[in-house]
């Protein structure tokens, strides 16, 4: 096939999108929805990474800070919870070998994550409504900075994504303990105990002839707690969501609220208590769960140390519930309590929880070798990678003495914030993606590995060196959310956009050798209607010609 | 009490070598998992040695920083403490109000920042010349925010707001405006 053609019908035309089942369709619209967002995020960070070296004629100040605000929720909701949300979707009902609860329901999730976060990235183009991701109170109310329509508008796209979120919530827990048509009767209460882990914990107390049999597996152990976090986030962003929206549609109407009326301390603390569900909850139990997976998936063998790993995601749970206030550790009116026992000791524990998922996994890609280098092995030693040099760096900055020179600097968002989120989470993304391509495409083939080489080599050189060098300006004094004007960290950030600019083509090419893998006519045939069963995960294999 | 430029340095050697250590550590791990081996098993001592290992790394630090980091416990016995000086500084419509147009500070003294927000939530951070931070706190209206805090040696230092607060808020600079001075 010459160019053009692979083009139009992807390598060796073996993508046929009139043989999926609407939930691998569904799946790959997530995937489809989350690498345009996290297409928009990439370019949001370049443009961040020019202003850090040299702020652009073009673009304003108050634009800049649109931007910086975008720009996470982009990445997080659009990118981030589109991708996992659709492989959950399907690998929850895929491992437990019965249907998901609603395939309509998904499919919600997806249109409404989607258009959620369209809408808040519109309010904030045209607006520029900049309160940042944090919100702290007031700002999100500050009326002599910010449009009150415009944040209106970008309250309301980000509780459009948060209903998606409850809906994904729902669906999950359903799944684990619902009675398909024509099924015995399953034993719901007991499928959600092992689910939320308390067998495995049980059973480190019992002996091995009374452990009791695990109902669910372990991937979907984890993916079942850390949907708990992921509802009890959506909760607490759609009520703060509220409280805003009730100030900005009173100021419309005429009527000023007090902003005292709110204690920014109080509000600085429920707000962290929820967004922190999302840091130290959801990501890190669910890129454990999902390092398990791909390890089994890999290897086809059992985990080590399995009823270890499925205890540590209990307490991983429970951490995360508990850790908060290491955001908090620079508010001088927040009791030293907290800051010592919720900031500095139980923040402690992530570095044992995520240090046992880490050893865990490499433990049983070892108990396989030799194995070969595919691009699922690869791309998940490199999220293992960035969650080690991550998570080190969070520990340090949640501890009283460090933090006092390292809060809010480019420490926090290079070294610990970026490599988590693009070298571990990302990273770990692409494994499943990798892994899951063959499933979902009915046995798509990929158009090039080399394209697949440059893109693991460049992403993780720009990913890791970009929150490097980014972390190098931090400890010689440089802070985020700000903008300098007279190049006093220029060294470091042109560095750093070099490092961007490797994740922009490391991107490309992954975009590129995914469209010429499926090709225009197969990117096109995901949105049409499937003719077939939406409780089929797979197709039969007549069903596949 | 120790610079807080020392602790800086210190940090950025301790990081570097954990970075590169782990590193190679993962390439040598991905060489050597495509390779056969003698033993594929890892063994469960070494797995309890490395949560052992996890768990004394992970309290130590902050046992170890508490009692090296001169700050740290000046910071949360602060109330317990008789400050040299004080100063009352307010934050308004993105502007630093400061008691006099230089604040003034003898080396060795004790000096308690007391700093209060009239509207937004701010941040209070003291730079040297060179931009490297001395510290920060975050500024919380409704609340008092307040910092004690030792200098060691004679400088000239600038006042930054280190929290995001519109983008007003970017340009919260007050340049040399606290001097430390030799003790007389």
Redesign the interface.
Known sequence: MNFKQTFMNGEQGLFKPATLTPMQKLVLRFVVVGLIYYAFAVIEGMIMRIYQIQPIEAIQDYQYFAILTAHPLVGIFGSTYSIVFGAFLFLVPYLMKKPLWSYKLANWTCILIGSGTLTFWLAGFFTHYAPLYTLYWPLPADFTQFNPLGGTFFVLGIAIVMTGTVFFVVNIFKTIVYTPDGWEKQPAKALFLSAMGLSGMTNLFRKKENQKEHLVSLPVAAIARGTVDTALNAGIILFTGVLILVYLIAHQIGIDLKNTAVDALLYKNWFWWGLDLIADGLVLIFVAGTWYLLAMLITGKTLFMQNIARAALLLELVVSWTVWSHHLMSDQAQPGILKVASGEMVTAFELITQGLAFFITLATLWSARPLKMTNPLKFLLGGLMGFALAVPAGIMQADLGLNRILHNTQWIVGPHVHVAVLVGLTMTLYSAIYLLFPIVTNGAKLYSQKLANFHFWAHITGGVGMGAFMGMAGLKGMLRRTIYLHGEFNLYMILAGICGLLLLLAFLAFFFNIVMSVGLKGVIGIFAPSKLDEKLLVPEPEEQK | MVD?QV??NG??FA?TF??IA??LL?LW??Y??????KT???S?TL?YS??AL??V???S??IV??H??P??SM??NRKELKADKAFDINIQDHKFFLPAEKLVIQVDDKVMFNVTSS???Y?F?L??S?????????V????????LWKFDKPGVYTI?S?????????QMILKDVVEVVAKQ
């Open positions: 807080s602790v800086l940090q950025t990081y954990y970075a782990i590193i993962m791990f991905g050597k998992v495509t390779k056969s081996g594929n098993q890892v469960s797995f490395f949560v996890l768990i790394m992970g309290v630090l902050h920083t508490y090296t980091i700050w740290a910071d949360l509207d937004l939530t941040g951070g730079f040297r060179d931009h490297s931070m001395v510290f920060q706190m975050q919380i209206p409704g609340h008092l925010n307040d910092i930054r280190t929290e995001y607060s519109g983008p007003k808020g970017a």
